[in-house]
């Protein structure tokens, strides 16, 4: 049974940085892109950015240059570092996985999430 666990989520003042980690098991990978997606109180889910299985990375426009996407593919862990966070950066977070990949939500496999605050 795939499953996707991710941590790291906090609360945090603006300027801070946080790094998700989300461990998957029951599968081997390494030929899925993995991705990370964000869901604020009252929108839609949007995509954050994925790193497919040439380790290619892609990010929505509003975090690139504050947010780096990579995995472990040997432990299976993809990982988002995010620096420079904004208050509009508060959400949850789930890693997704899948053997599509895209930036809709075209995937597979979905984890719980965790919520990041960013409070001004």
């Known amino acids: 049974q795939v499953q996707l666990v991710e941590s790291g989520g906090g609360l945090v003042q603006a300027g801070d940085s946080l790094n998700l980690s989300c461990a998957a098991s029951?599968?081997?990978?390494?030929?899925?892109?993995m991705a990370w997606f964000r869901q604020a109180p009252g929108k839609e889910r949007e995509f954050v950015g994925l790193?497919?299985?040439?380790?290619?990375?892609s990010y929505t426009d509003s975090v690139k240059g504050r947010f780096t996407i990579s995995r472990d593919f040997a432990k299976n862990t993809l990982f988002l570092q995010m620096n420079s966070l904004k208050p509009e950066d508060t959400a949850v977070y789930s890693c997704?996985?899948?053997?599509?990949?895209?930036?809709?939500?075209?995937?597979?496999?979905w984890g719980q999430g965790t919520q990041v605050t960013v409070s001004s």
């Open positions: 790193v497919n299985r040439y380790a290619s990375t």
């Open positions: 029951g599968g081997t990978f390494s030929m899925y892109t």
């Open positions: 997704a996985v899948g053997l599509k990949g895209g930036l809709t939500n075209n995937y597979d496999y």
